[in-house]
């Protein structure tokens, strides 16, 4: 299991990847924000649980924002789906297999490594990281390492000692910021289409809290 939930990670951190590279940051950001709502799915189907009508009625907000953005970008937003569902399966998998944070993540990365490793031997001896590669671009990748980790690492911390309401709404600092830093340092179009489905993907998230944080017990069928 833990192979899998490997798997699905580096997915999620290529795709990642690959958004930045080619400037479509604003979809890889709208895929976290509706990462949530694909967690919820994953809970409600696979794992018998129970959501108020005010969080059902968020869910459809978030659906309504996504046909917005495919409608909008004329395609189907693959990034953002892709990365919203990676990381829901991958949560999903962590949550259903009893293996502590840390030690999931040490055999994930272990798991990892040989094709990590495998691709820096091959990056040595081509045009990639190397003696001839540019300093600072070898010091920010090798960077990116615990830079990714950390926060892994803190999150599984603050699960055992928040409230999880709060986790949520925490969650969503990343995606916020990666929507600033598209608009402010990459220069990506905020077309009305775009700022009208972050609207209510903004809207849904707030829908979504108010209805956890006013939750009732639900009995269970």
Do not use: C
């Amino acid at each position: 299991a833990l192979a899998i939930s490997a798997v699905l990670l580096a997915s999620n951190w290529l795709i990642y990847i690959y958004a930045v590279e080619t400037e479509q940051v604003l979809e890889a950001s709208f895929g976290y924000f509706i990462n949530p709502i694909i967690n919820v799915a994953l809970g409600m189907i696979f794992l018998g649980e129970r959501q108020n009508r005010t969080q059902t009625i968020a869910i459809g907000i978030a659906v309504v924002a996504l046909v917005i953005q495919a409608v909008g970008l004329g395609r189907i937003p693959v990034i953002a789906i892709s990365l919203a569902v990676s990381f829901a399966l991958y949560g999903y998998v962590r949550k259903t297999v009893p293996v502590g944070s840390t030690t999931g993540l040490f055999v994930e990365t272990l798991l990892l490594s040989p094709l990590a490793i495998g691709y820096l031997i091959w990056s040595f001896a081509t045009q990639g990281l190397g003696p001839h590669a540019d300093p600072q671009t070898a010091f920010f990748l090798l960077l990116t390492g615990p830079g990714t980790a950390a926060p892994l690492l803190l999150f599984a911390f603050a699960v055992q000692r928040m409230r999880f309401t709060t986790i949520g709404m925490l969650q969503y600092i990343a995606p916020s910021i990666a929507f600033v830093l598209a608009i402010v340092v990459f220069g990506e179009e905020l077309n009305v289409v775009r700022i009208f489905s972050f609207g209510l993907i903004w809207l849904s998230l707030m829908v979504f809290t108010l209805g956890s944080v006013n939750r009732r017990p639900v009995p269970q069928a």
